[in-house]
């Protein structure tokens, strides 16, 4: 499934990766030390969504789960009583 929180997580490292090659590519300390800290904040927001992602993957799935336990005490409810 691509949600939201898995496109922002995909284009979150994408940016990791191009801050990490401009760091290495660069000849100026601070400057490699910018996009080094750029890189780290982009790989905590990528981590970030996609454990926003798996929770929300967890509530569908309880909800789900749930949904199909009271369709099944419907249905049995129903035979009991008919």
């Known amino acids: ?3 939201r929180n ?4 995909e284009d979150y490292h994408a940016k ?8 290495s590519a ?9 996009h ?10 990528a ?3 996609e454990r926003q992602a ?3 993957l967890n509530r569908y799935g309880r909800a789900a789960q749930l949904v199909g336990s009271l369709g099944s ?3 049995a409810a129903s035979t009991v009583w008919s």
């Open 54 to 56: 798996a929770s929300l």
């Open 36 to 45: 080094e800290a750029a890189a780290v904040v982009w790989r905590e927001l």
């Open 26 to 34: 660069s000849s100026l300390d601070r400057v490699r030390e910018l």
């Open 6 to 9: 898995d496109i922002r997580a």
């Open 47 to 49: 981590i970030s969504e």
């Open 16 to 23: 990791a990766r191009a801050a990490s090659a401009l760091a």
């Open 1 to 3: 499934m691509n949600s």
């Open 73 to 75: 005490g419907a249905r």
